[in-house]
């Protein structure tokens, strides 16, 4: 299988953690980012209104801001529904927290999330080579839980648009139950990268670091 980095290649997992910062835009505005996905988290569409009152700002503030970042799906009124791998549709990747039934764009999106909610999300998916049910536990600071030899795939960064962020990253990132689903995966997608789950969470952890800076943990606990 082919991998950019393991465990104990800090240097290549920084250097990939680096440019999977890219698929997050909203990045240019931690704190508005941040609450949005904590209002999203409540498990209810999250209108500008409520926004701006979490985060002190104007409506229109708020409004221009999230209206220039890609990705920000709303239903029929306007609300925000899914953002930055969150989202209230179903998927198939199912993400609970406390006691809300949530999904997330792809299997990576369940590793990183919990640090940027601060809470601890029970995973549930399925692998595309097995057919076999996948469930994690995943807290802010590491996996708790989960399959022994679990993988997780990422497509080649140059063929990403973060325009598109659902249909050319998340729609090839997986958790692979096992070795032989990581090799047989490989051999139809010879360009993918494939990671195990916790360096595929130390990947997660390092490319949204920047969002949990010091004064964006304000919001995070304003908003939530």
């Known amino acids: 299988m082919r991998r950019s980095a ?8 920084d250097a990939f953690a680096r440019a999977l910062q890219g698929t997050f835009p909203a990045r240019d505005d931690a704190p508005l980012a941040l609450a949005l996905l904590r209002l999203l988290s409540e498990g209810r569409p999250v209108g ?20 220039g970042w890609p990705n920000v799906e709303r239903d029929e009124t306007g609300h925000i529904v899914a953002f930055s791998g969150l989202t209230l549709g179903p998927t198939a990747h199912e993400f609970t927290v406390g006691t809300r039934p949530l999904h997330t764009w792809c ?11 601060g809470e601890t999300a029970e995973v549930r998916s399925t692998c595309p ?11 802010p600071d590491r996996v708790r839980s989960g399959p022994a030899d ?6 080649p960064l140059a063929a990403t648009d973060t325009a598109d962020i659902t249909g ?16 047989s995966w490989h051999e139809t997608r010879a360009d993918d990268l494939i990671f195990d789950v916790d360096v595929a969470f130390e990947l997660g952890r390092r490319a949204v670091a920047a969002l949990l800076e010091p004064g964006s943990s304000t919001v995070m606990e304003m908003s939530g």
């Open 6 to 13: 393991d465990a104990s290649d800090a240097d290549g997992l």
């Open 48 to 67: 500008a209104a409520a926004l701006a009152q979490a985060v002190d700002r104007t409506e229109g503030e708020v409004v221009g801001r999230f209206s």
């Open 107 to 117: 299997a990576w999106d369940t590793l990183f999330l919990p640090a940027l909610l």
């Open 129 to 139: 080579v097995t057919g076999s049910v996948v469930e994690l536990v995943v807290a």
């Open 150 to 155: 679990l993988h997780v795939s990422f497509p």
């Open 168 to 183: 050319s990253f998340c729609c090839h990132v997986f958790f692979l139950a096992g070795a032989d689903a990581a090799r």
